[in-house]
């Protein structure tokens, strides 16, 4: 009888020892050709509703024509017959150099005034209900200010751009440094480290994960809100581009731009998530 048991409760051990069976299934496609497959059927399953879409409103064109549209476009991309007639490419570069201008100022005042925010906590404590008041606002709210201060639209944008990126850069500065373990600053002032000593040894590469997550939101917002202010100021942009292909009803034009929008904004944070990597040990995902 006692050896019945002692089995049974055996049996009971192990039952309960056994790992139980995962319910998600492995496929046994290898990993790099699932990573390959899957982003394709992705984009299969977006043109096929694109079809579908088309198929049901003839004013909505079809991935083909978009297509053959796209390759008109790209075949020169650079021409330039008026101000107000431009390739697509100049329309480009004109919305990245108003976003480098507006995000390169706001990486001049925010990461700094982030430093000084996480280490002093009477600066905290100043500008702390103004970030909180301002942030929520939007971008383009901020646009007439600009129209009316600047007088002209372009840098008005700029501005638009400005005030959208140094939040993000900031307030990640700032509770970066606020972050930065006790520890290390107990060491700074056993051994009489100087202010500029403490920013570069210490603090600099214990925030520079925060800073540059800062940066990348920074940047995407920065993308986002470039093309609405060009919408609303005029001028070259893709934003603008956009809005002028809306009122020739050219569609298709449309639908380009918004592909280029987003391999654009992506190149842009893949290449953040690039630079992150290279100057941090921590893994940055995108």
């Given at each position: 009888m006692d050896n019945k048991v002692t089995e049974a409760a055996v049996e009971t051990v192990a039952a309960v020892a056994r790992p139980a069976p995962s319910m998600s299934r492995r496929s046994s496609m290898p990993p790099w050709l699932m990573r390959i497959v899957a982003p394709l059927l992705g984009l299969a399953f977006l043109v096929l509703v694109w079809q579908i879409i088309a198929m049901s409103n003839s004013q909505f064109p079809t991935p083909?024509?978009?297509?053959?549209?796209?390759?008109?476009?790209?075949?020169?991309?650079?021409?330039?017959?008026?101000?107000?007639?431009?390739?697509?490419?100049?329309?480009?570069?004109?919305?990245?150099?108003?976003?480098?201008?507006?995000?390169?100022?706001?990486?001049?005042?925010?990461?700094?005034?982030?430093?000084?925010?996480?280490?002093?906590?009477?600066?905290?404590?100043?500008?702390?209900?103004?970030?909180?008041?301002?942030?929520?606002?939007?971008?383009?709210?901020?646009?007439?200010?600009?129209?009316?201060?600047?007088?002209?639209?372009?840098?008005?944008?700029?501005?638009?751009?400005?005030?959208?990126?140094?939040?993000?850069?900031?307030?990640?500065?700032?509770?970066?440094?606020?972050?930065?373990?006790?520890?290390?600053?107990?060491?700074?002032?056993?051994?009489n480290l100087s202010e500029w000593k403490i920013i570069t040894r210490i603090l600099f590469p214990s925030v520079l994960p925060y800073m540059l997550t800062g940066v990348r939101l920074a940047i995407g917002t920065a993308?986002?809100?470039?093309?609405?202010?060009?919408?609303?100021?005029?001028?070259?942009g893709i934003g603008f581009w956009v809005w002028d292909e809306w009122n020739n009803l050219n569609v298709p034009h449309i639908i380009v731009a918004i592909v280029v929008i987003g391999v654009v904004g992506l190149l842009l944070e893949q290449l953040l998530v690039a630079l992150a990597k290279a100057f941090t040990y921590e893994q940055v995902s995108s």
């Open positions: 083909l024509l978009t297509l053959q549209e796209a390759l008109k476009l790209f075949a020169d991309p650079f021409y330039r017959t008026s101000p107000n007639d431009q390739g697509i490419g100049w329309n480009i570069l004109a919305s990245l150099q108003r976003v480098g201008v507006g995000f390169g100022l706001a990486a001049l005042v925010g990461i700094p005034l982030g430093f000084m925010i996480g280490r002093f906590k009477f600066l905290s404590s100043m500008f702390g209900p103004i970030i909180s008041l301002l942030k929520p606002v939007s971008p383009l709210a901020w646009l007439p200010i600009g129209l009316l201060v600047f007088k002209s639209a372009n840098p008005a944008a700029i501005w638009s751009i400005f005030i959208c990126s140094i939040w993000p850069m900031i307030i990640n500065t700032a509770v970066g440094v606020q972050r930065v373990p006790q520890d290390y600053m107990n060491v700074a002032r056993v051994l993308w986002l809100v470039i093309v609405a202010a060009e919408m609303l100021t005029g001028g070259v």
